[in-house]
Each structure stands twice: as C-alpha cells, then as structure tokens.
C-alpha cells in the first residue's frame, strides 16, 4: 500500500510530541523545555496527573447493591446488604426514631455547635450502660471510657489505631470467616491480622476445637476479634458454655478482647441476652475493647452512629486511655457528628421510649425468625436436596447457605436475586412474598449447578 512520500523521513512535530507524551505515560517525567511540548500545550495539559490510576473492583457487599440498582427487572431481590426490610419489602425507619427526631426538631433551645471530640456525653454514658449492664461494676468504678464513633467501622476503626499506637501486641486475630472489613480495617491501622478457625463446612456450626487450638497457639498478649452475637456471616455463635471456655484460655494467655457488637437485640431479640458475651468478660475484672453500632438495631444506618469503650483495670488507666483517644480522633475527623446521638440518647434515657424501642427492635427480630422458618420450610416443600435446618439454626441477620460462587451467580443470572459470593443471604431483606421465588431459585441453583 502506498503510504506516501514522508514514511522514512524524519518524525513530524506531531510525531515527537506523541512520543514524548508515551514515554511520559511509561513514567518519564515531562521536559517542559522540550520545543515539541512547548508546540502544544494544550496536549500535556489533557494528560491527568491521576492518568495512572487503576480502576478498583467493588466491594464485595456494598458492590452487591451497586449491581442491584443496575438491574431493570421487577422481580428483583436485594438480599447482600444487611439492612432490614419491611414485609413490602421496604427499609424502615423506627416509630420511635421518627418520635425521637420530631422532639430534637421542636427543641429551639438545641444548637448545631461541635462536639466535643469524644462526642455527645450523654451518648457515651447510655451507650456503656446499654451493651455493659446498667449495674456494671466496671461503670460504678469508672474504669470505662467511652467514645462517640463513626458506626461500628468507626468505632473499630478507632481502636485499632489506639492498639496500634499504645499496646505491646500488634497481632490481631480474626475469626475465619469474618466480616469482610475487619482485614482491612485492621490491616491498614497497622495491625498483624491473623485468622483463627471457626466455622466448620462440613457441621455448618462452630469449629470449637480449631478455635480453641488456634487461640491457644496465639502469642501471649495478642488481639483477638470476637462477634459479640449473631456472627457476620455464618450466624453461628458459641454457647454460654463454650463462650465461658473461651474467656478462660483467653484470661489464661493474657488474649486481649476486641468485641464487635453490630447486632445486640438481632440475634436474640432482647439486648441483655446478645450481650452477654461481653459481660462475661467484664465481670471478672478484666479489660476488653467494645466497637458498638446502632446501625441495624436502631436502624440508624445512614446516620453513622457508634460507640467505642475501653474497659480498664483502674479509673485512672480509664482516664489516660481517653486523653490518648482524643488524640487519634482529632485528626481523622476531628469530632463525631450530632444528629444520630441525639436520637439514640433521646430514647436510651426516657424509659417509654426505650419500652416502645425493645418492641420494635423484637419485631424485626422476630419476622427475621419467621423468615428462616419460611425459607426452610419451602426448601424441604420443594424436596431441595441436602439438609436445610441450618436455616433455622443459625442466628441473627444472615444465614450462610453453603451456596457456592458459581451458583450464587446462577441465581443473579436467572433469578435476579443478589447476595454475597461467598453465598451469605441477608433474612432481613426476605418478605413472605419473596421466599417462594429465593426458594425456587435455591432449589435450580442446587440441581442445575455443581
Ligand atoms: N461489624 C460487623 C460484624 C458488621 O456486619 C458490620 C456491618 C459492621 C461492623 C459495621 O456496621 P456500621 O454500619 O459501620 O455500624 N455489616 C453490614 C454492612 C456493611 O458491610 O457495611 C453487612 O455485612 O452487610
């Protein structure tokens, strides 16, 4: 083909600015006296300086959510995130909350002022009481201290970056499985995340004997994650007999508690039940670190409202770990935001409103209860093959169907029903209308799909 006289001739302007600006984009810095640049200014300036930049995959759960609202269809189900759903299938905002909200609004007397680092006082104390006892002893002696965080994540978020700063261990161990965020969150405060065992495929149950292996093999001192109820994702918690072992090999090794608390009052329905782990550890005189979250259980979710306490052996440790909080607050987002704590304190220190928020919370609880039994059922109607009871087994927000990827996939593909890879279904976002559908969906996916 003819090409034109100028094939072999020098290179064009054009030429030597396109290859200057590759050899930028290879990583050579750009000369701005080059003459053939300084032709076309307005070429480098179209470059980005972020031009490097790789695009990143969703998160594996709030990327769930991402792929759902692309999904035209009508007959679509959101079960990744766990947020509750109303039986139509809608989020919900608590009566109690709207009550709490509507008496801020009509407070003239309330101002938009910053909090204090350590965020709403009135908050923190609630909070302490709430997932310790309101007859803690830990309380009474003030060897608690507690923060206002942003959520849970917040909450972990922050206390890892204390332990990373002021404690001796920097190794964390995590269950295996876990909540996706807690490598990530642990990883990047600087912390050596280990897992230990702890669900078992083949019982889908508790591991106990791997877990009780692992943490016995963890080094003196070291961290380690615990879910305080309704484990994300298996829903398998550890009875009050196993959990009493546990504290013991801790206590033992000097194992330092972390407890994540996203769920108190989901699992159970009752808030002292879920937290009793916790408390376990409290009382005998030990220290333990607490991430709560009012995300799920007062359906906070979007208001990003938590809590972080410190239980220490003395007043005096309690009231120097504090100062030292502050100072890992201070400059990762200054101070907590007001809104959600006041809602959350508005309804912890008035006693009907705290009445009218356990029956709701037991509500939503026990329609997530109904929907296990609902799903179970319509599997073993349907003659699903394998054994199902886990459904009803398991505890709190999830049940972790033993659904492997490809057929997680399968039933997005089919079905357009969204859940995690790892084959987590969120109850919470199941209504009776849609279990015949999860259901069917279930039962081709395990027929069709090795
Ligand atoms: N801990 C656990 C165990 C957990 O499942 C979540 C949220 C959190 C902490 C953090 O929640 P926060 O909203 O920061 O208070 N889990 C659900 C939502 C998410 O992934 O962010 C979920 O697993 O679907």
């Keep these: 083909m003819h090409r034109g006289n100028d094939s072999h001739s020098s290179p064009s302007p054009a030429d030597r600015r396109l290859s200057a600006l590759v050899r930028h984009l290879q990583g050579s ?142 190794t964390i161990y995590i269950p295996q499985p876990t909540w996706g965020n807690h490598v990530k969150i642990f990883g990047l405060a600087g912390l050596a995340v280990k897992t230990y065992h702890y669900y078992d495929p083949a019982t889908r149950g508790l591991n106990f004997k791997g877990l009780l292996e692992d943490l016995g093999s963890a080094p003196s001192g070291a961290i380690v994650l615990l879910h305080a109820c309704a484990h994300n994702p298996t829903g398998v918690d550890p009875t009050a007999q196993e959990w009493e072992q546990i504290r013991k090999l801790m206590r033992s090794k000097a194992l330092l508690p972390f407890f994540d608390s996203a769920y108190q009052g989901f699992a159970s329905g009752n808030l002292d039940a879920d937290a009793q782990s916790i408390r376990m550890f409290v009382r005998d005189g030990g220290e333990c670190l607490v991430a709560q979250s009012y995300a799920k259980n007062m359906g906070l979710y979007g208001e990003r409202v938590g809590a972080l306490s410190m239980v220490c052996r003395s007043a005096d440790v309690a009231s120097r770990v504090e100062s030292q909080l502050k100072l890992v607050i201070r400059p990762m987002y200054s101070s907590p935001p007001i809104h959600g704590a006041s809602i959350v304190a508005t309804i912890l220190k008035d006693r009907a409103m705290f009445q009218e928020w356990e029956v709701e919370l037991k509500a939503m609880a026990d329609r997530i209860i109904s929907m296990r039994k609902q799903l179970f059922d319509a599997l073993r109607s349907r003659g699903t093959p394998g054994d199902w009871s886990h459904i009803i087994k398991q505890i709190g927000m999830f049940t972790f169907t033993g659904l492997n990827s490809a057929q997680v996939a399968f039933m997005t593909k089919e079905y357009h029903i969204y859940l995690t890879s790892d084959g987590r279904i969120s109850m919470a976002g199941l209504s009776s209308r849609t279990v015949p559908h999860l259901a069917d969906a279930i039962h081709a996916a395990v027929t069709k799909v090795a």
């Design 29 to 170: 810095p750009l000369d701005a006296a080059d003459p053939c640049l300084a032709a076309a200014p307005t070429s480098a300036a179209q470059i980005s300086v972020f031009d490097h930049v790789v695009r990143a995959p969703e998160d594996p759960i709030l990327g769930v959510t991402v792929a759902y609202n692309k999904d035209p269809s009508p007959n679509k189900l959101n079960l990744g995130v766990g947020a509750y759903r109303t039986e139509e299938g809608k989020p919900l905002v608590l009566n109690v909350v709207r009550k709490a909200e509507q008496m801020l609004v009509n407070d003239r007397s309330r101002v938009k002022e910053y909090l204090p680092i350590v965020g709403l006082a009135d908050f923190n104390k609630l909070s302490a009481k709430l997932i310790l006892g309101t007859d803690s002893p830990a309380i009474q002696d003030n060897r608690v201290t507690t923060v206002q965080c942003l959520s849970g994540t917040g909450s972990l978020r922050v206390g890892a970056e204390f332990l990373a700063r002021h404690y001796h261990q920097h």
